[in-house]
């Protein structure tokens, strides 16, 4: 990056989530916002004076395109909908820019190895937007597992759900196959934390699902063997109260992560606990993982680093993902090859 201390980014589409990302942008230091892009006219404008009215010098565009041809931005950051994900990330990739691309980065794995390959061509950085594992958080879990306490990790539980607001229920007007539904909305971070504590790969899933009549999700169930007797337990759901935990239970003993979607006002809380009579309780400084995570890609650029979540990662969240919908959908044990 010719010895740049900002990586410079612009944002393609006026989404939702942008209420969190646009300042998370805005605020690091190793970060410029220079362009935000929409379809929809003024819309791009719109998102840019609710989410950092302060801010100048940043270019609308009512053209995706139009910003992927911005010579001077160097990152995208691609909150579009789920399906358009692998589309516009390899449309970014080809004009050179790095990319990242929100959680999931494609609807199936074939559209990941293509990213991966024209990654590698171009020469960029590409990164899954799982934001909550730039949160110190899972860093203190891990360090507590490496350290023995727990023993060997024998089962995980996650648990992701929320109330569905009417207001939100375009979540649900796409099938599955078309990147509606739960499941990719967060039973995908159910299944990437799970996976997060296991060595091995996954030999099968199991799953069960509620659908609406549109063909997408509303609550899932299941369960992830990776052999041996180690099993993750995960369980997301659009109508349940909101939680957001993972808990791991080791030979020894078991950690709980409370609260995985960290938002503003959220205290990090980890407990842990041991069969011989140990009960602790740690509470984090509060942290903003969003912020974190554009702080680590844009170094990661800048320094030609590898980032912390792979492409390989991607694949292998994505081949889960796949196998537990296909296991919902025809009741069947999936084995993954
Ligand atoms: N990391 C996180 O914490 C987090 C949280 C929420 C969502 N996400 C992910 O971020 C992505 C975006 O989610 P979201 O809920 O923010 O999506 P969203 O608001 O539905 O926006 C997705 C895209 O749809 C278009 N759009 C937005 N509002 C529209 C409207 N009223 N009419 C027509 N088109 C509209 C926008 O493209 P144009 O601007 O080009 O029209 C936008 O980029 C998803 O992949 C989701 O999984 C991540």
């Not at 395109?65 to 990739?93: G, K």
């Not at 559209?111 to 024209?118: G, K, P, R, S, V």
């Not at 980032?307 to 537990?324: G, Q």
Request: glycine share 6%; net charge negative.
């Amino acid at each position: 990056m010719n010895n740049a201390t900002k990586l410079r980014w612009g944002i393609l589409g006026a989404a939702r989530v942008n209420e969190r990302l646009l300042p998370a942008i805005v605020e690091s230091p190793n970060a410029q916002l220079l362009a935000i892009a929409s379809r929809r006219p003024g819309a791009a404008a719109q998102t840019l004076a609710q989410y950092a009215p302060q801010q100048q010098g940043v270019s609308t565009y009512d053209s995706l395109d139009a910003l992927l041809d911005d010579a001077n931005i160097d990152a995208i950051y691609l909150p579009l909908a789920n399906h358009e994900h692998a589309e516009w990330t390899l449309r970014a990739i080809e004009r050179g820019k790095h990319v990242l691309c929100e959680k999931p980065m494609a609807l199936k794995v074939a559209d990941i190895e293509a990213i991966q390959a024209a990654a590698l061509q171009h020469k960029v950085t590409v990164m899954e937007g799982f934001m909550y594992r730039f949160h110190p958080q899972h860093t203190r879990v891990l360090e507590l597992i490496h350290s023995g306490v727990i023993g060997e990790i024998r089962s995980v539980r996650t648990c992701f759900s929320f109330m569905m607001r009417p207001a939100r229920k375009y979540r649900l007007v796409e099938s599955v196959e078309n990147g509606g539904g739960a499941m990719w909305d967060i039973g995908c971070y159910a299944i990437h934390s799970a996976r997060m504590f296991f060595e091995q790969a996954p030999i099968s899933v199991t799953a069960v699902a509620k659908y609406v009549d549109s063909g997408a999700d509303i609550a899932s169930s299941g369960i992830i063997d990776f052999g041996d007797g180690k099993y993750a337990q995960f369980d997301f759901s659009f109508e349940r109260a909101r939680r957001c935990e993972y808990e791991i239970i080791g030979s020894k003993g078991g950690i709980k992560c409370h609260t995985v979607w960290q938002l503003p006002g959220d205290v990090p809380v980890i407990t842990w606990w041991t069969e011989d009579g140990s009960q602790i309780e740690e509470r984090l400084p509060a942290t903003n993982h969003f912020q974190l995570e554009i702080e680590h890609f844009s170094d990661c650029v800048l320094n030609a680093k590898p980032p912390a979540l792979s492409l390989e990662d991607a694949k292998a969240n994505c081949r889960v993902i796949v196998a537990a919908l296909q296991s919902a959908a025809t009741g069947q044990r999936v084995v993954l090859d």
